[in-house]
């Protein structure tokens, strides 16, 4: 009996979770099967079952379990796991990465009558949750590092969508990687030493994320039609982007445009507009 609960739990992981053959639910789960996940309620019956597999599948297309050890006693037999895969698609409100994961968790199945009755998971949820957060913010951390800060233009086509929209305070709202080369090139050539730097560390929620960011350059070139000045100019802002597939699929700035535009000497002081105002 050992060697045949052991054969079936093996079934279950390659031709259910691994070559994606749904219809094997059928074959090797009781009808009145629970599988129970600390992350998820407990799902009943075989259908629950075949939309959980096919959501794992269409988030990990190529993913797959490896048997790192497996131990069977009664009608119990454990199942220690690695998964490796690609996220393509959102998993357990995890927008995709693109990324490649490795992920590790156990498995005990309880067998009755030839099928799998019981099905408890537990597994390195929080380590994919963190490395997720990890690779939205490293997107954003070569945007303001590759790009604005080094000029580095080719890292715009790895990090931001081909449909992007990327809009800011007083930038008409612009799509596509090549826009976006264009206005990084137009801040580079008016303030050639800028640099821009986080501030704190970028909030993460699901696909979206928000960060906090200074600058400081010498105003060399035109920039939104002001001639250059000679000046050091000093800013701040708050952008917040939407990941999807790996990539930045939107990017929104709001930034103290009236503060540069003040210390360019193209805007009044603040005492000065309340002057103007009570006059």
């Not at 070559?19 to 799902?43: F, K, M, N, T």
């Not at 890292?155 to 992007?164: G, N, P």
């Not at 939104?224 to 000045?229: C, D, E, K, R």
Request: aromatic residues 8%; contains cysteine.
């Amino acid at each position: 009996m050992s060697e045949t609960n052991k054969a079936l739990v093996r079934r279950w992981t390659e031709e259910i979770w691994n070559q994606g053959r749904i219809s094997a639910v059928d074959e090797l789960a009781a009808a009145d099967i629970v599988y129970h996940d600390p992350l998820i309620q407990d799902l009943q019956g075989p259908d629950a079952l075949k939309q959980l597999a096919a959501t794992l599948r269409a988030a990990f297309p190529d993913g797959r379990f490896s048997e790192d050890d497996l131990i069977e006693e009664g009608d119990k037999v454990v199942m220690r796991w690695t998964f490796r895969g690609t996220q393509k698609g959102e998993w357990i409100g995890v927008a995709a990465t693109g990324s490649p994961e490795e992920i590790t968790g156990t498995g005990t199945l309880r067998l009755a009558r030839g099928k799998v009755a019981e099905h408890w998971v537990h597994w390195d949820a929080l380590g994919f949750v963190q490395r997720a957060g990890t690779a939205a913010t490293a997107l954003i951390r070569r945007w303001i590092e590759d790009v604005l800060n080094k000029g580095n233009l080719d890292v715009v086509d790895e990090i931001f969508a081909e449909d992007a929209v990327f809009g800011a305070t007083l930038i008409p709202e612009m799509r596509g990687p090549a826009a976006i080369k264009g206005l990084a090139t137009a801040v580079r050539t008016a303030f050639p030493d800028i640099r821009y730097s986080l501030v704190g560390e970028p909030v993460v929620h699901g696909d979206r994320c928000a960060y906090r960011w200074t600058a400081g350059g010498t105003h060399k070139a035109d920039f939104l039609g002001i001639a250059p000045t000679g000046r050091y100019v000093t800013h701040i802002g708050t952008a917040t982007y939407r990941v999807r597939g790996g990539k930045i699929a939107e990017l929104w700035g709001d930034w103290d445009a009236l503060g540069v535009m003040q210390q360019l000497g193209a805007a009044p002081a603040v005492g000065q507009i309340k002057a103007a105002a009570a006059g």
